[in-house]
């Protein structure tokens, strides 16, 4: 087994009498796109400026690399690049401007580095442009280019998606999936919005009210949703109960339910409901998302 | 050095940022315009209402309504023909001739004596002499040889001196040898004056040098009239302005330099610390005010947090910056001052020294203009640090550039009022206090303060403590802020 590159121990996070965090562990390993999900004031961007050093962590340890972040907060934080809560420019400078501070701040980071993360970003026709004239989506991409200056070896993004256009996010999935391979970087991705990582995403945490409620790796969790959903629209409900006795079913809206189920019990239950004497619209074969499974799990986007 | 390229950054981030530009281009448009102010309130030249043609004119239709064989108008008849008189002679010579300055003194006497013999004697015989008399004094006028008057007036002190010395030795009344003693020491004086004014080639005229002549016998004059073994709080001071401005005019005739004259290039300059203090102050609270607040509000701050530095080391650069900006805005408004003062008042008189009285020494002190500024500067600076600094700490601690603009320069306003209260109450536990000590200037160069419980070294400590006290508490607290959502 790899050590882990970040690794995170019951940190705990108070702001007054509120508790912000309680006991969020986990790790990652490079190469790890990890997914840290959860609904709006969960507890994420708290989280990553915990791992970044932006705020004291009132108990538990954070390790980058090895290096606590406390401790050793230089050592730490070199191999890092992050966006925190919104790509941070400044708005008088050109995009080049903007990038060469963040290089200055690194004594390897040569202008042909440079450029070429400008190019993998493709703001290459607008880099000597003011930050001020860059649409929302453009600055995301340039928040990625200066979080991607240093060649980290760990990436942290909080809701990187935001602003961006189909066409940028699967841009930006394809440039995380290549980074994760190719250099080896263990990826933090932060949003409320899992159908959106779970296509490339290898790990997924999931935070709600401070406390990490699952972590797993992609592949397990798409196991535990094996069977099929169908949904069906009835005539009526009446004598369903009787009918689907032996199914577990959940009843969507009106007279239209749904069930999971092999393609042979299905087969089944069609035609107990017609002998049942209930008609049937349609049934159809639902496609259900990782985001739908765990709104179940993280109970919706309550904010607490 | 890694603190090289956070210090390159900020600067590059204080270079760009658009305010810093205008704030900078702003100040140096008001010391232009202070400096072309200054200037021609100063060439407004006052007229001598005395040759004036209006005054002219009056004489005339004044002489004209009187009858000068009545009785009773001859008399103001003689006096203002003899003005008249006096006045058409001065303007024979030109401006600033040194015959002006002779006719006013003496032109005016002759004239009166020979319209006197003319209209109230009416003896042929005076009026002779008279017109000879004052033929003869504008032929010398007219050799244009002012010693020849100097030497008149030499040896007309030289005949005083051996008069009186002559009635002190012949008298015993012990009033009358007072005033006779008083005599003949303003007499001498007056002596070693024009030996002065002859020996340095002083023509006569109202140039400094004449100035200074007159500054030096009205000074050692004033000397005399104390009595040494009794003096008063008043007299005191008295005698150590006298003294002041006799060493003042023997400085400026033994050099040539004139020292009084605030009009020049040179003066301008020397005075560039104290003149725009506030622009100073001004320049430092426009860097530091936003320093770190504005990171803060445009959550830049965050990007700056994560690179490979420590808090320690990031607000240190910040700081540093502030001292360049402000060394900067300094050297510009130097820049400025040097280049307006020479063009206005030409670049001649840059390299004269700067010449100071120290009332504790009671001597002059010399130096060159570059030491003076320096001087000046470095008396001037806690104020300026100091504002600069709570401006900076506000701006760290508060995150908010309003406050940290507008505190510091309440700070600087109140000051003034604090002080004032505080000198004239002579409060002594205000000695402490920040505005009490910032201003080390009012300490060199022998000058006297007007607060008694002040010295520069409980100034010097006392600013310090407030400087250091001021960052340490920014440090700490910076270092342990927690950067919430932005």
Redesign the interface.
């Known amino acids: 087994m790899k050590e882990p590159i970040v690794k995170c121990e019951h940190l705990n996070k108070h702001f007054g009498k509120k508790q912000i965090l309680k006991d969020v562990s986990f790790n990652m390993y490079p190469g790890d796109i990890l997914g840290f999900i959860g609904p709006n004031g969960a507890g994420k961007?708290t989280t990553i400026?915990l791992i970044?050093?932006?705020?004291?962590i009132d108990s538990g340890h954070v390790s980058i690399n090895g290096y606590d972040i406390k401790k050793d907060?230089?050592?730490a934080?070199?191999q890092?690049g992050?966006i925190?809560?919104?790509p941070?420019?400044?708005?008088?400078?050109t995009g080049y401007?903007n990038l060469k501070?963040?290089a200055?701040?690194?004594?390897d980071v040569t202008d042909e580095n440079l450029m070429k993360i400008v190019k993998v970003v493709g703001l290459e026709k607008r880099i000597n442009d003011k930050v001020s004239k860059y649409s929302l989506g453009m600055r995301q991409r340039l928040g990625i280019a200066?979080a991607l200056i240093n060649s980290p070896s760990v990436l942290i993004l909080d809701e990187p998606t935001n602003g961006l256009d189909p066409e940028g996010i699967k841009e930006l999935r394809t440039l995380l999936v290549q980074l994760a391979h190719e250099y080896q970087m263990a990826i933090f991705i932060s949003s409320h919005n899992l159908s959106e990582l779970e296509s490339f995403c290898t790990k997924v945490v999931i935070i709600r009210s401070g406390s990490i409620i699952e972590t797993t790796d992609i592949k397990s969790l798409k196991q535990k949703h094996e069977l099929p959903t169908y949904e069906l629209e009835l005539s009526t409900k009446r004598g369903l109960e009787d009918i689907l006795v032996s199914y577990d079913y959940e009843v969507k809206e009106g007279n239209i339910i749904q069930l999971d189920a092999t393609k042979n019990d299905i087969k089944n239950i069609i035609r107990m409901l017609v002998e049942g004497g209930i008609d049937i619209y349609y049934c159809k074969q639902v496609e259900m998302s990782l985001e739908e499974a765990f709104l179940k799990k993280t109970g919706g986007n309550v904010i607490e | 050095m890694s603190l090289n390229?956070?210090i390159?950054?900020e600067l590059?981030?204080l270079f760009?940022?658009?305010s810093f530009l205008i704030t900078m281009i702003i100040m140096l448009g008001l010391v232009i315009l202070i400096n072309y102010i200054s200037s021609m309130s100063s060439k407004i030249s006052y007229d001598n209402y005395m040759y004036s043609d209006q005054n002219i004119e009056y004489l005339n239709s004044e002489i004209k309504s009187l009858d000068s064989t009545k009785a009773s108008d001859v008399e103001r008849y003689v006096e203002l023909q003899s003005s008249l008189d006096t006045i058409n002679l001065v303007k024979k010579y030109p401006d600033g001739a040194w015959q002006r300055y002779i006719i006013l003194v003496q032109g005016n006497i002759l004239y009166q004596a020979y319209n006197t013999a003319k209209y109230v004697l009416k003896d042929d015989a005076v009026i002779a002499s008279t017109k000879k008399k004052l033929d003869d004094f504008v032929a010398t006028l007219d050799a244009n040889d002012w010693k020849v008057f100097a030497n008149q007036e030499k040896a007309g002190y030289e005949k005083t001196i051996t008069e009186t010395e002559a009635a002190i030795k012949a008298t015993d009344d012990k009033s009358k040898l007072i005033d006779l003693n008083q005599t003949l020491a303003t007499t001498k004086i007056n002596l070693e004056v024009i030996n002065m004014r002859l020996d340095k080639n002083i023509p006569y005229g109202n140039s400094y040098l004449n100035t200074a002549l007159s500054s030096y016998t009205s000074g050692k004059t004033q000397l005399l009239s104390y009595d040494m073994n009794n003096l008063s709080e008043e007299q005191k001071q008295s005698i150590k302005e006298a003294n002041r401005t006799i060493a003042e005019a023997k400085f400026e005739l033994d050099n040539n330099i004139d020292i009084n004259d605030t009009q020049t290039a040179n003066m301008k300059l020397k005075s560039v610390a104290t003149t725009f203090l506030y622009l100073y102050v001004i320049i430092g609270i426009m860097v530091a005010s936003s320093m770190v607040s504005e990171e803060f509000n445009?959550?830049?701050?965050?990007?700056l947090?994560?690179?490979?530095?420590?808090r320690g080391k990031i607000l240190f650069a910040k700081y540093f910056t502030c001292l360049v900006g402000l060394l900067f805005g300094i050297l510009c408004v130097i820049a400025c001052q040097y280049v307006m003062g020479g063009i206005l008042y030409g670049f001649g008189t840059y390299g004269q020294p700067v010449v100071l009285y120290n009332y504790e020494t009671s001597t002059l002190i010399q130096m060159s203009v570059l030491k003076y500024i320096g001087i000046t500067f470095l008396g001037a600076l806690p104020e300026i640090l100091l504002l600069m600094t709570l401006s900076f700490s506000i701006s760290t601690v508060m995150a908010s550039t309003p406050s940290a603009v507008v505190i510091p320069i309440l700070t600087l306003l109140f000051s003034a009022i604090i002080n004032s209260l505080t000198i004239m109450y002579q409060l002594e536990y205000m000695k402490f206090f920040p505005t009490m000590c910032w201003d080390l200037n009012q300490f060199f160069f022998g000058n006297e303060t007007s607060y008694k419980y002040d010295s520069l070294n409980l100034s010097i400590i006392m600013s310090s403590i407030y400087f250091i006290g001021m960052l340490i508490i920014d440090f700490i607290y910076f270092k342990?802020k927690?950067?919430?959502?932005?």
């Open positions: 961007t400026k970044l050093g932006l705020q004291s907060f230089e050592k934080i070199s890092v992050a925190v809560e919104s941070d420019l400044y708005m008088n400078l401007q501070l963040i200055n701040y690194y004594h200066q | 390229r956070l390159h950054n590059y981030k760009h940022r658009k445009k959550g830049t701050i965050k990007q947090l994560i690179r490979p530095f420590t342990k927690d950067i919430k959502n932005i």
